[in-house]
């Protein structure tokens, strides 16, 4: 069954915009199931991946293109950055937007290309895995799930996709106060009977694994030996690949913290120079996430540190060695897991409306005052702190008047994202949601 995605949306807008649309991604979080289904029976396709067209592509590119004809998909572009010029003399023949759709699991070369043969016709798209609404509607079974994304009396894009309702994919999570006798937070979830937030994390959202029979385990150890043998060994030439395993661990073990360069290198055993060189791989691969301290501009002795975050909670558990979701659950590392996992829905709500995440920080001040997630919006500070607990107190959100000092910018409505059941009222401005809810 195809798991309808909320970045459709953004896709088909992105169509009517570009000559160019480059879908990123890292490996296996759907972007060529998702542009097939979209686009499959109205554009040609052709993958890299396939040594006929790798070469062909790298040798040829005016047959290349003969061969496969406009309006064309054309599968992990990063295998022949070289192409980018020929897809430029493509689409310049004429004045129609969308049609070219590249996809590409790491944008480290991938950048380079645009800026030299693309610029200004190009619209970028980055897919994160799948979110847990994604999860969870893809559970409640195929009918329900497309109701959920395409409700009756929505609206197609140029593209020919349905535009999903109010608050799937439409700007971001930003914490909004609840009337009374309100079971949501307005994003339009919905909890299954019997879901176990726990298992959720630490199954992953790796479209795969949502089959319940993939063996979960077997999945990663497959994941990860792909990474280092393509990925990594092609970005860096790598030669010892047990040693950046071995970071990518440590990296796992500091998800949802300050990430010390020095102190990974120091447990890894390579320089400073070497780990941020490896982590500016783990970034370009879409598998980690940096956000960055809110300064505000405005001066002050704020740290400068960034926190680093794995867009799958499955692969942490995988490296970290949790095996189960009970073990995971009670364990030391839970609320770092959980942090991530929320964190991680909050970035993919934000790349799945075609945002960006540069209006996502952290907050962290001299007076050790800290606040998990700040999210701006335009001049608008909303603060959000995520915590494992189910009942959570008024003392729990106090540092969130440190916002309020911040020329230029309001203290908007924040939130505390937990395992309540249901959203209660913490203060005035402060609401506690269910992790499920965002």
């Known amino acids: 069954m195809y798991i309808p995605r909320e970045i459709e949306a953004t896709i088909g807008r992105e169509l009517t915009q570009g000559k160019v649309v480059l ?15 979209l686009l499959g029976d109205r554009y040609n ?6 040594p006929l067209n790798y070469q062909l592509a790298k040798t040829d590119s005016v047959l290349f293109f003969a061969q496969n004809a406009l309006p064309l998909i054309v599968d992990e572009i990063q295998r022949v950055p070289d192409l980018f010029s020929a897809v430029k003399w493509q689409v310049d023949e004429s004045n129609t937007r969308g049609q ?4 590409g699991s790491q944008t480290y070369h991938l950048m380079k290309g645009v800026s030299e043969s693309l610029a200004g016709r190009i619209r970028m798209i980055d897919m ?3 979110s847990l609404r994604e999860i969870l509607v893809a559970g409640a079974g195929a009918a329900d799930a497309v109701s959920a994304v395409s409700p009756a009396g ?3 894009s140029p593209g020919g996709i349905s535009v999903p309702r109010k608050g799937f994919g439409s700007g971001g999570f930003v914490p909004t106060l609840l009337g009374a006798g309100d079971k949501t937070s307005g994003n339009g979830r919905f909890k299954p009977e019997g879901f176990d937030l726990w298992q959720t994390i630490h199954r992953g959202s790796m479209p795969e694994l949502q089959d319940p029979s993939m063996d979960w385990d077997g999945f990663y150890t497959n994941y990860v030996a792909a990474y280092l043998e393509r990925d990594v060994r092609e970005l860096l030439s790598v030669k010892d690949e047990v040693r950046f395993y071995e970071f990518m661990v440590a990296c796992a073990a500091r998800s949802g913290s300050l990430f010390n360069a020095s102190a990974v290198g120091g447990e890894v055993g390579v320089n400073y120079k070497t780990v941020q060189s490896w982590l500016s791989v783990l970034q370009a691969s879409n598998i980690v996430r940096i956000v960055r301290p809110f300064s505000g501009g405005a001066g002050r002795s704020l740290g400068k540190t960034p926190k680093l975050f794995f867009m799958d909670t499955g692969l942490v ?9 009970e073990t995971l659950r009670h364990g030391a590392a839970a609320g770092h897991v959980f942090e991530t996992f929320v964190v991680s829905e909050i970035l993919k709500s934000y790349l799945n409306a075609g945002s960006g995440i540069r209006d996502v920080w952290f907050y962290r001040d001299s007076r ?7 999210i701006q919006r335009d001049r608008v500070l909303h603060p959000v702190e995520v915590k494992t607990a189910g009942l959570v107190r008024a003392d729990a959100v106090k540092n969130f008047q440190a916002l309020a000092g911040f020329d230029g910018f309001e203290l908007g409505t924040g939130a505390v994202v937990c395992q309540t059941p ?3 009222q913490i203060t005035e401005n402060v609401q506690a949601i269910p992790a499920w809810e965002i």
Do not use: F, M
Not at 23 to 37: D, E, N, P, S
């Open 317 to 325: 558990c995988h490296l970290t060695r949790w095996t189960s979701a």
């Open 422 to 424: 249901q959203p209660y």
């Open 154 to 156: 929505s609206q197609g």
């Open 368 to 374: 050790k005052r800290e606040i998990d997630l700040v």
């Open 128 to 130: 994160p895995p799948l």
């Open 100 to 103: 070219v759709v590249l996809t």
């Open 23 to 37: 879908v990123t991604g890292a490996r296996q979080v759907g972007k060529t199931t998702t542009l097939r289904h």
């Open 45 to 50: 396709y052709v993958s890299l991946e396939n």
